[in-house]
């Protein structure tokens, strides 16, 4: 007999998992000291008001304790974290100059590939520097800026002192105040009032060095009127050693502005995401966030938007997908901070092989806030009894004539829809797989192309022909 | 002679330990239409999924052969492919998967031949105008947010494009409209050709109406009780079911589980 199993596979990650040797110029001590703050500042050059800055940022860190409502982070020891590690070579503009194995890692990504075909700019980042930014020149013509924050800072110090980190305070959370005191790398994004980026930028995070953190901050500023599609994407090797990301991301959209900010996480499993990102909408604006968590090991991730301003709406898309090892606590949060305003929030997440998935969410609604909408979608699928998922959705409603719906499932595949699709001649197998696959669609359809295709690879079929 | 199509022998088969179908013999020949009367709760559902092969019911004792080939040995897949369609009686809902795409992925697997997809299209696009539905059906998701006629309809388009042997209609006319009955029953009508035959269970003769009736059978509690000629509907019609009961079982009064005067072994 010809034994068969239907397989949902893991992500590929031998494509991810490619280590390069760890060819690092500079690198802090491990843990966290106020010397280990002023060499970071003083390796980076920083301006003065940063040092302090970093340094304030610390004192709140130390004081503040660790969440003890999500996932147990015990493992997590900050003292054998290494928080800067500088990459070999300086940042470049031109593809050639970046160093042969770094470059061969972005090649294997296909980083490079996708800005010649699908983008219209890039950034990548290794380690805890950017080492490549690129935009098209008709862009820069228009004003837009892309670049990395370390040249932000200097080129535009005013926009930086005036954005950095006021939408999401060090204060916030110990990870955040962390991130405050040792951030380095990231993105920087300006767009002009009334100009349309109508090709998507994309930046790449790539944490290479074993036990080290990364902590890249992502300041995007859309002036009036105008709209961008951002793409995220982020990925390391696997280690032993617990690495840390707890990234910082913080979107300013103007009035009548529109943002699509996308992200495919696929840390490896030894990752620690806690990662803060949070957008600010005014009147008539809108945020899209696609978001798709595969990798790490503990995430804690819940994006929020502010809708600031009248008329002001949030979309959020996210499809998380845990197998074994992983823990990923994931969400969306939205403050309905003004009339009018409404919000959209759709997720899917998958767990396998005992990986549990965690929907927590939250949507608030000011006071002031009237005639407010909002629609909570979550659904959540598991694929063996092993497996876990949990729903955790928070309404915090103080306003009057509001709408709010809220739906969430979680299921395991149904029998009799597998059942249903075998009576029309469809096998077992590519019945559950097409269950799985018609599971994420809605979400899958929103993805950008090349990791659209990514997603749909992840539930294949494994035929297992044995004799007897 | 007549060609047989399927021969079902003294077929004991239930639920859970639970037996249903207490020793059922039923034949038809290729290119017929059958009926099957009887009151709920009678296995009539249940006679449908074991034939289809649904995974929850076992098949104690007896025989089900479809061309000679016994279907216990086959998959629901399997069957699927041998030239057995089911029109679900509540079609499950499937997010994710559009109609279209289901169609062509069943298409391929029943027929082993390659779609040429301009053909498949046009040959869809003409099917849902005969059931009057909506072209944009199409790229909707498999029964999601259909309405209960809709359904109906979705089935007998899959029934019509997969073009099986057999097919067995469980309550495919039950909660629609004159008009969807209709509609419904013209579909029907369409598949049934001298080599495509049908095995129907309703509570609605409207839908036998415009079909050439072979044979009816009556179904109480797991077993044939009755076979007879389309005038049997008449008779059935007419006086309900009890009356087919022997002299004994009516002097007993109804039946617990079953609520009318059945010939139960359990009485």
Redesign the interface.
Known sequence: MEKKKTFVEDIERTLYDIKNEDYAVYKTQQGLTEKIIRDISREKHDPEWMLAFRLKALDVYNHTPMPTWGPDLSELNMDEIVTYVKPKGTMTGNWKEVPTEIKETFDRLGIPAAEKTSLAGVGAQYDSEVVYHSIKEDLVKQGVVYTDMESALIEHEDLVKEYFMKLVPPKDHKFVALHGAVWSGGSFVYVPEGVHVDIPLQSYFRLNSPGAGQFEHTLIILEKNSSLHFIEGCSAPKYNVTNLHAGCVELYVKEGARLRYSTIENWSRNMMNLNTKRALVEKDGIIEWVSGSFGSHISMLYPCSILHGEHARCEFTGVTFAARGQHLDTGATVIHAAPYTSSNISTRSISKDGGIVVYRGAVKVTPNAHHVKSSVNCESLMLDDESRSDTLPVMDIMGDEVDIGHEAKIGRI????I??????????D??KA??V??????IAKELPLEYAVEMNNLVNIELEGTMG | MAEKLLDISNLHAGVEGKEILKGLDLTMNKGEVHVILGPNGSGKSTLMNII?????YEITSGSLLFEGRDLAEL???E???AGI??S?QT??E????TVEN?LR??KK??SDENIKIFAFQKKLKAMMQELKMKPEYAQR?MNVGFSGGEKKRNEIL?LLM?DPKLALLDETDSGLDVDAVQIVSAGVKKFHTAENSCLIITHNTRILEQLAIDKVHVLMDGKIVEEGGAELIDEINKKGFTHLLDTDARGRGNCETCEIACPCPAK
């Open positions: 149904s029998d009799e829809a059942f249903y699709l075998m009576s029309r001649g469809i096998s077992e590519e019945a097409m269950i696959r018609g599971f994420v669609e809605p | 289809m092969g649904h995974p929850k998959k629901t897949f069957r699927a492919r369609f089911l679900f079609p499950e499937i997010p994710g998967i289901m992925t069943a697997a029943v998701y899959q997969l």
